[in-house]
T-cell receptor, first 116, second 108 residues
């Protein structure tokens, strides 16, 4: 049973380019979360999605950032027109969302974005 | 004031020592997670607690809901335990709020 899979692990983008980060949740998990860890800072919540729905995006920057979790395929975190301040580790996590283990959360290995 | 406070921020111990990391929170929660992060690496969930105490190998986690406090203990510490340990609280909206982490270094 594969864990939460994120790719790419490392991504380098020039300022102004787009970054797409992908996350495949654990099998059977319908809840996906994205978190950002800026250099020398703690983890911060960005967005919570269920299949085809954004449940809570209160942690997402208002511009340039978007997330989706389509019916088929992985969740995508998209950053348009990247700036140096977007350089960070982006972690995806998933949970079953239901039952006694609904609050159990599993993290991916993270995607490290570097903007040059 | 942060909603989740961890102490200490940095901790250096000798191999074999008993280690305690503390976490206090100021909001209502449905569960609390202890996470481990190695340098440049991913995050592993060590425990999820909503009450009482859990033990896994040399790791023990406790939570006191009334006091809004949790502790992570490591017995017989080993250099491979060196990592950042993060306390995170789960609120009703399924949003995790994280502490700033405790950098643990265990010297051989």
């Amino acid at each position: 049973n594969a864990g939460v899979m994120q790719n790419p692990r490392h991504l380098v983008r020039r300022r102004g380019q787009e970054a797409r980060l992908r996350c495949s949740p654990m099998k059977g998990h319908s809840h996906v979360y994205w978190y950002r860890q800026l250099p020398e800072e703690g983890l911060k919540f960005m967005v919570y999605l269920q299949k085809e729905n954004i449940i809570d995006e209160s942690g997402m920057p208002k511009e340039r950032f978007s997330a989706e979790f389509p019916k088929e395929g992985p969740s995508i975190l998209r950053i348009q027109q990247v700036v140096r301040g977007d350089s960070a580790a982006y972690f995806c996590a998933s949970s079953p969302g239901q039952g006694d283990s609904g609050n159990t959360i599993y993290f991916g290995e993270g995607s490290w974005l570097t903007v040059v | 004031k942060n909603e989740v406070e961890q102490s200490p921020q940095n901790l250096t111990a000798q191999e074999g020592e008993f280690i305690t990391i503390n976490c206090s929170y100021s909001v209502g929660i449905s569960a609390l997670h202890w996470l481990q992060q190695h340098p440049g690496g991913g995050i592993v969930s060590l425990f999820m607690l909503s009450s009482g105490k859990k033990k896994h190998g040399r790791l023990i986690a406790t939570i006191n809901i009334q006091e809004k406090h949790s502790s992570l203990h490591i017995t017989a510490s080993h250099p491979r335990d060196s990592a950042v340990y993060i306390c995170a609280v789960l609120r009703s909206a399924r949003q995790l709020t994280f502490g700033s982490g405790t950098q643990l270094t265990v010297l051989p």
